[in-house]
């Protein structure tokens, strides 16, 4: 007959037999009985998994243009002909003195306080610059430039449009004095 210690023995070898074949090995394919279910792609609620048809534009998208040139040309300040010019240009002054201030200085003469650690920006009050339309400043500050960075993802479009006010309002002084 069995004793004990043989059937104790037989369920310690049966165990560590049973470990030992549970390894999980990645590099053997897995049976599975619906694998269209188990691996299908993952939906986010409310979502479509078709990609949009090419060259189409979202209803919602800001469309740049190109160039510096193309952005002189047709874009123009919403804020040019407003009541309330004293609100944009103080709300443009506030933003002026977050984003620009510290590069192009306080009368945006490009004597900011980091000019002694980095190349000197413009002068933005020198007649080459008072030339430029909106536009111009506007896609200068939305991708940057050589030196300057691009804030168009810190500053939203009506911000940078307060902050061309605000430049054209310095200006504008500039040219008085």
Same mark, same amino acid.
């Given at each position: &007959? @069995? *004793?004990?210690?043989?059937?104790?023995?037989?369920?310690? @070898?049966?165990?560590?037999?049973?470990?030992?074949?549970?390894?999980?090995?990645?590099?053997?394919?897995?049976?599975?009985? &619906?694998?269209?279910?188990?691996?299908?792609?993952?939906?986010?609620?409310?979502?479509?998994?078709?990609?949009?048809?090419?060259?189409?534009?979202?209803?919602?998208?800001?469309?740049?243009?190109?160039?510096?040139? !193309?952005?002189?040309? +047709?874009?123009? *300040?919403?804020?040019?002909?407003?009541?309330?010019?004293?609100?944009?240009?103080?709300?443009?002054?506030?933003? @002026?003195?977050?984003?620009?201030?510290?590069?192009?200085?306080?009368?945006?003469?490009?004597?900011?306080?980091?000019?002694?650690? +980095?190349?000197?920006?413009?002068?933005? &009050?020198? !007649?080459?610059?008072? !030339?430029?339309?909106?536009? +111009?400043? +506007?896609?200068?500050?939305?991708?940057? *430039?050589?030196? &300057?960075? *691009?804030?168009?993802?810190?500053?939203?479009?009506?911000?940078?449009?307060?902050?061309?006010?605000?430049?054209?309002?310095?200006? !504008?002084?500039?040219?008085?004095?």
């Amino acid at each position: &007959m @069995f *004793s004990i210690k043989k059937i104790l023995f037989g369920c310690i @070898f049966a165990t560590l037999f049973f470990i030992g074949a549970c390894e999980d090995d990645r590099t053997i394919t897995k049976l599975q009985y &619906m694998p269209d279910m188990a691996d299908g792609p993952v939906a986010k609620v409310g979502r479509s998994f078709l990609l949009p048809p090419e060259g189409s534009v979202a209803y919602n998208a800001i469309i740049y243009p190109k160039t510096i040139e !193309e952005a002189e040309k +047709f874009l123009l *300040s919403p804020f040019n002909n407003v009541e309330n010019k004293a609100v944009v240009l103080k709300e443009g002054a506030h933003l @002026f003195s977050l984003f620009c201030k510290h590069c192009h200085g306080p009368k945006a003469e490009g004597n900011g306080s980091i000019v002694h650690k +980095f190349p000197r920006p413009p002068n933005l &009050m020198e !007649e080459r610059y008072k !030339e430029k339309a909106d536009g +111009f400043f +506007f896609y200068r500050i939305t991708f940057g *430039s050589a030196l &300057m960075p *691009s804030l168009g993802h810190a500053i939203d479009a009506e911000e940078r449009w307060k902050i061309i006010a605000h430049l054209r309002d310095l200006q !504008e002084k500039a040219h008085e004095s």
